[in-house]
């Protein structure tokens, strides 16, 4: 995941970078000095999954920074982050995902962290269209068409050359389940699953072979049952 820490003062943000580091995850993360420089790199703001603001800085604050942000990105998760705990209502305006004090921040941070991973759940994979970053949950299914995998998705299509056993693999654990050799579907979208037809909360309808049946209808039972 890649992660931004916007704060005016340098050894906070290498301390809020140590405490991210240290978290135990692959991050790629960059810093800026000022909201504005953190405005300039809307490139690489875009591919975030979090943005960490400080709200006192000069020029263009925190909060600012954020309004802007969330404007463009309304996906990405800001954590503000600052000294004065007066400025927490402040955070619900720019749909603020978070609110940390610097004091607190070696208790706080990690949990943030752990929470905004568990509720992003996000993948990559380096598509036919290219390098592509996909919330789980906007995954319907994925189908093999024409020696490559298919993923779609509530707006977009993503084409991969890799084998389906592979992206089963990866997506192991995340709500998938294979109902035969050319489907993977995403539980979250089956509106129903009748004698041996599944239809997705799309309206979409996929025929569910006899002999993979029980095991597609036991997998999505659990499922289910852990919402």
């Not at 970053?133 to 189908?143: A, F, G, K, T």
């Not at 997506?171 to 995403?186: E, W």
């Not at 095991?215 to 049952?225: A, D, H, I, N, S």
């Amino acid at each position: 995941m890649k992660i931004a820490v916007c704060d005016d003062s340098r050894e906070d943000r290498e301390a809020l970078r140590a405490l991210l580091e240290a978290c135990g995850h692959d991050f790629e993360i960059r810093e800026y000095g000022s909201g504005a420089e953190l405005y300039a790199d809307m490139g690489y703001v875009r591919e975030c999954g979090i943005v960490f603001l400080d709200i006192n800085m000069e020029g263009m604050d925190g909060l600012e920074a954020a309004g802007k942000i969330k404007a463009e990105c309304p996906k990405v998760h800001i954590v503000l982050v600052t000294t004065y705990v007066n400025y927490a209502l402040d955070g619900y305006k720019v749909k603020a995902s978070r609110f940390l004090l610097k004091d607190d921040l070696e208790q706080t941070l990690p949990e943030c962290v752990a929470d905004i991973l568990r509720e992003e759940r996000v993948v990559e994979f380096g598509f036919m269209e290219g390098n592509v970053r996909l919330r789980v949950d906007d995954i319907i299914y994925i189908e093999t068409s024409r020696h490559k995998n298919v993923f779609y998705t509530a707006g977009e299509t993503y084409s991969i050359y890799k084998k389906m056993d592979e992206l089963e693999a990866e997506l192991a654990g995340m709500g998938f389940v294979r109902i035969h050799q050319s489907f993977l579907i995403n539980m979250r979208y089956i509106g129903k699953l009748g004698s041996y037809v599944m239809v997705l909360t799309t309206g979409k309808e996929i025929s569910v072979p006899k002999s993979r049946y029980p095991e597609v209808k036991r997998q999505y039972t659990l499922f289910k049952g852990a919402e």
